[in-house]
């Protein structure tokens, strides 16, 4: 929507070409807000279809400093022991420093941000624990999107990674080509437990402070391979309407990219051993999320609702000291091959 | 041993009477290392003559870096579910930022510093877990003691409490009379779940950054209880030898302060309900250990030894979203009174 200028009208230099792309829509909270909301209500719905016994219970919630959420959890299902979708929007007053020292134009800012996540924790160890975050934010002068959705496998299948794959890269590749490479990459950076050297499952996509600039890696890792794809890609001339277009994909692509492996999965009969290992890598779980997980320290240092943010973490999960999978088991293999970064969505795996 | 001193001599500084007593003995590495490998000596001998069934399996290691530990894990005992001690020493090129922020004076400066950490996970749900850390750091012209003995009961006992907290000040009391308040306070600060706006359990002893400037509270809430006692107490004159006096006197309080409740609590029978209550309650220390605990966050800073550090993690743990024990429980009562800081010392407890 263009309004007419004045040349001495201040808003001018908003509406200039060059920035007209960079500037979100007047309502560009109430439409992001509202999808985030659908994508809940849709992933619910099919997720309650799917167990065909438990459902989701819904807890809504204000903060006291500013937002509200809704947060649906469902239990002791005949497919999901547990798993919760989230959503939210919060304002404030200000970000937390943590994000302030990536967006230093936002200091000084009251902040707005909405956003939809989930974790799903199967009872069965052949079905793979998923994840998903998409969020928005709007801070003074800038705004960006964020988000992804990863999958974490407690054996190793490669039909379900390169299935899983596949599906986000269609998602991005609609927008535009060069995302799924770097994305993919990005998320293999991010979802890794240094103290453990290893990673959390098999990827996906993660991007965050994706905006009008165009550059597509904005993480720490300046020497990894996610920032060295996106610097010989440049810049993506894109706006505002193209990344929440990019979001709009990747929310979409979760369910066809996760309920066909949740539905083959279930039915193969497992014991003791599968599950007694699913308890131990659930474990792997935790710690990330509490140690590394950048949407479980923004929420706990924003003062969120405690009960909603850790959600993600399992229902039931063991430690044990020294633990060692036999050489040569599916268990050895799925640290010492699956779970290194492959290349999934060229449709072959060379591993096993 | 004071040096013979020469008016030129480079030492002068170190020998004059101001900072005669700041300065560690020769063999101050030494002489703490023997302590701190007696202490996980003791205590690992006591829990093994307590248990009658399982025995400590000892891994030792090196750190590429420089430093070796010996850790050491009990698993399936008749009283301990999951048990570790853990002795280590390491040294390195720089202390992380986290404690470079409180001690400058140690930038650019090699480190020293060994300690012996403890946690033990009793199986019973009436029996307490239990943590206790010593340690000693050494970086170019600082130095300094810190640890602390704490107590997380899921099940509330006030004699447990009492008991527990009067080993404690005893040890202290032996040393100076104001260690005990200003670090029973210090512990109910630091062991606090902010995100749960809940103590981890009844407290003990925290201190750290104890060296002979005198300042018994250097903590980060300068408007606490523990920094407002600190005070009016002022400066404590003391040296090197008066705080390794300390750190032993604590040390051996351990055993005393808690053999007697793992005793009397083990035989008392439970069920699925209190099974239930202990697993739930150990995420919380899941969290804390994750989430704020410094030695965790150092170890991982420094590339420690991973599975050596989480051995603080208990065997078995599970989250539920929204639980709430039922009103007028022992379950309720824990978090709603018990929990709260006390004056356990004095040997009253008003709570139920």
């Known amino acids: 929507m263009i309004r007419h200028l004045d ?39 099919a997720l309650e279809r799917l167990d065909g016994k438990a459902r989701f219970r819904e807890d809504q919630w204000e903060r006291p400093e500013g937002g509200e959420g809704r947060t649906r959890v469902i ?32 200091v000084g800012h009251e902040f707005f941000v909405t956003g939809t996540s989930m974790v799903l924790h199967p009872r069965n160890p052949y079905v793979p624990t998923v994840h998903l975050n998409y969020r928005y934010f709007e801070a003074g002068p800038v705004w960006w999107f964020g988000g992804g959705a990863d999958l974490t496998p407690y054996y190793p299948f490669a039909e379900d990674a390169i299935q899983f794959h596949a599906l986000l890269k269609s998602a991005c590749d609609v927008c535009y080509p060069e995302y799924y490479p770097v994305f993919k990459r990005w998320c293999d950076e991010y979802f890794y437990l240094k103290h453990r050297q290893e990673q959390r499952g098999i990827g996906g996509i993660f991007f965050d402070y994706q905006d009008a600039d165009g550059v597509l890696y904005v993480g720490p890792d300046t020497d990894g391979p996610a920032a060295l794809y996106s610097q010989q890609v440049g810049k993506v001339p894109r706006n505002w309407e193209d990344l929440f277009g990019l979001v709009q994909h990747c929310g979409g692509a979760f369910l066809p990219a996760y309920l066909p492996i949740a539905q083959r999965r279930q039915k193969m009969e497992y014991g003791d051993r599968e599950r007694n290992f699913q308890l131990y890598r659930r474990g792997r779980y935790v710690e990330f999320n509490l140690v590394y997980d950048r949407g479980t320290i923004f929420g706990l240092q924003t003062n969120g609702r ?24 599916p268990e050895a293999q799925l640290t010492e091959i699956f779970l290194k970064p492959h290349d999934w969505a060229d449709g072959h795996f060379q591993g096993t």
């Not at 230099?13 to 509202?34: W, Y």
């Not at 404030?92 to 020292?101: A, E, F, M, R």
């Open 306 to 329: 405690a009960e909603s943010i850790l959600m993600s973490l399992p229902p039931l999960t063991r430690w044990e000291y020294g633990y060692q999978p036999e050489p040569g088991t």
């Open 75 to 106: 239990r002791e299902g005949r497919i999901f022991e547990q798993g919760g979708v989230n959503f939210s929007e919060v304002w404030g007053d200000t970000l937390p420093p943590s994000i302030l020292t990536q967006r230093p134009e936002a």
């Open 7 to 45: 040349q001495h009208n201040q808003t001018l230099s908003l509406n200039s070409p060059a920035n007209l792309v960079s500037t979100p829509p007047v309502d560009s909270r109430h439409r992001v807000k509202q999808f985030m909301q659908n994508l809940q209500d849709e992933i619910c719905s």
